[in-house]
């Protein structure tokens, strides 16, 4: 049998369809057997395996968790609302999709391709609150981001949502490979709520990663006692000697308010977008460190329900025995982890366990050494033999398997590269049937002009040094400027001439007035000098495609 197991394990060509195969048939049975979804997390499926990385967005209300998710995908999704009041009041799974759509909870708990099957035990009040939008959006082609209601403050507490809302979060959090706490610098506050929704998130605490938001809103001093406030209510919640990786920033793309602490925002959004677009990378190894985890809950689950069937009598006195059992199952605990050499880590939080054996019957099955044989080769060979192909596949996609798209802009830790301000990627792309069409930056170009030749070019042209000061000056994120940039420095020679330039400006007043960068250089704003060689029929891209 082992020969057979090990020879299984060598055929797989990736980590997903081993670890799939392991769960099936080696975890999944025992689960069935000591009706391990009753008292933990439901059973897996092939969706849960071959889902792409998925994010989840967690934070009080205003603290700019849907801005922070436009802030990622450079774009607005269907149904999403910004404000000052909660505005988003359900949970929205945000995918890749052709067509642009929305699908209601449902018809989502019954789609075999999402992993959201299970969500249908929260109930149809819940599933009222639950869609999934669909969005051709290419940040969305490596990740999945899941955004979700407002955590109340201390006001609003005692509304009630008609579901388990920490229960759902903790769903959640087993099953994504991110969560973004996300905290307002300049109205922080722990409220009951919010406080249950960490604690929903113990064992969870290696996806977590902690955002203070809005951090241009208060100035230097004011930013450092904010954080230190936040570092004691965090730690005061989650009880743990390890301290929590903070980011600080403002993660939208609006001007900054206060721009003293503007170096220190790009190096933190740096740090959390390398960290997000490596999420692909590191979703085969995520996968397998959270089944060895749900493997060795099992096996202590099995030796529980095992000593409880022991010592249960088959007629009389039942119901006082189970009381006595579940009052005794600390020593319970004790006796497994001293008897089986059982980490204590790996067993379920003791007074959960105490609260869910209450309301069960006590039929339990008897111990069967067989599937827990079968459980600990997984543990101690099958995991062990895959650590070469997981190794083997790290090394073939190394480059392949980044977030693209959005502020992800190629490989590079942000919009700035040492030796020029401002990015510059390949060459732009090339758009038809432009040369007849109006330049819409026309008409203000005698405005930008008068800034360009201010600011002194050489032979015709500004450097990006020249330029850099003046595009700062404007207080937009540089990750938007390097988007700018992009889009115009149309011949990409990593300058600007006066059509480039107004070009520039342009798109920085759009930016100004509120709305959205294009993806893609329209006809009517290429500058007429560049447009004799756009021929090729694809239209000028800010992306690396």
Known sequence: CQD???????????????????YQEKLLPLEKYYDFSDFHSSSLEDADFDNKPMILVVGQCSTGKTTFIRYLLEQEYPGSRIGPEPTTDSFTAIMHG??????????????????????????????????????????????????TPGILSVAKRKMSRGYDFPAVIHWFAEHVDRIILLCDAHKLEISDEFSHTIMALRGNEDKLRVVLNKADMVDSQELMRVYGALMWSLGKVFCTPEVLRVYVGSFWSSPMR???????????????????????????????????????????????????????????????????????????????????????????DCAKMQERLMSHDFKFKAFKPKLLAGLDELLNTDIAKLMPLLSQEEEETADQLLVQGGPFLGSQMGPFIVGNPFNHYGSNGESDN?????????????????????????????????????MMSTHLPSSVLGRIWKLADVDRDGMLDDEEFALAGHLIEVKLEGFGLPHELPAQLVPPSKRQHKNSGTEIRDNND
Not at 4 to 22: D, Q, R, Y
Not at 125 to 131: D, I, M, S
Request: aromatic content about 10%; hydrophobic content about 35%; proline content about 5%.
């Open 4 to 22: 057979t197991c090990n020879k299984n394990v060598n055929k797989f060509h990736t980590v997903t369809e081993a670890l799939k195969t392991l």
């Open 98 to 147: 052709e067509i642009e759509g929305i699908i209601h909870g449902n018809a989502l708990t019954v789609d075999p391709n999402k992993p959201f099957r299970k969500l249908s035990s929260f109930g149809t009040t819940f599933l009222n609150r639950f869609q999934c939008v669909h969005l051709p959006n290419r940040v969305l082609e490596s990740i999945s981001i899941i955004d």
């Open 258 to 348: 206060m721009t003293d602490n503007r170096k220190l925002f790009e190096q933190e959004e740096e740090d959390l977008f390398a960290d997000i677009q490596n999420l692909p990378r590191n979703s085969a190894l995520r996968k397998l460190n959270d089944l060895v985890k749900r493997a060795r809950l099992v096996r202590a689950h099995a030796y529980i329900i095992s000593s409880l069937k022991e010592e249960m009598p088959l007629v009389f006195c039942r119901e006082k025995k189970k009381r006595d059992l579940i009052y005794d199952l600390p020593i319970i605990y004790s006796r497994i982890q001293q008897r089986y050499r059982i980490s204590p880590g790996d067993f379920p």
């Open 434 to 470: 432009v040369s007849n069409v109006e330049w819409v930056v026309l008409k203000d170009k005698p405005k930008y002009d008068e800034i360009f030749y201010n600011l002194s070019p050489h032979e015709g042209k500004l450097s990006g040094s020249k330029v850099k000061g003046w």
